[in-house]
């Protein structure tokens, strides 16, 4: 089983920025691939993906929401995924997951890790 463990949310106004990181432990990346994701729910909404990369891959995936704001990168040494949150607005609020699959598609649709969530609120 892999954990996962975000950190980095935080308050922010509009039009700033902020980086999220997650943190992966208890799996070995030489065994297979590893999609890892970002995952965001704002009150009474649904979770939706909004951006995944497959560690040590190159193809990224980006909800339209947030494509060309949002960078998902990674330091897969480090087994670390980072999303750098540009030009945020009011509703990109919500709690931000970090999530795991080793098994496509890359956005998993129901992956088989989470990480406890980070809150991110952009203010006007």
């Given at each position: ?96 997951y970090c999530a795991a699959d080793w098994e496509s598609p890359c956005p998993p649709t129901h992956p ?9 609120t952009v203010s006007s």
């Amino acid at each position: 089983q892999v954990q996962l463990m975000e950190s980095g949310g935080g308050s922010v106004q509009a039009g700033g920025s902020l980086r999220l990181s997650c943190v992966a432990s208890g799996h070995t990346y030489t065994s297979g691939r590893v999609c890892m994701a970002w995952f965001r729910q704002a009150p009474g909404s649904e979770r939706e993906s909004i951006a995944s990369v497959w560690i040590g891959g190159s193809g990224k995936y980006y909800n339209s929401a947030v494509k060309g704001r949002f960078t998902i990168s990674q330091d897969s040494a480090k087994n670390t995924v980072f999303l750098d949150m540009n030009l945020l607005k009011v509703e990109d609020t919500a709690m931000y997951y970090c999530a795991a699959d080793w098994e496509s598609p890359c956005p998993p649709t129901h992956p088989r890790a989470w990480g406890q969530g980070t809150q991110v609120t952009v203010s006007s």
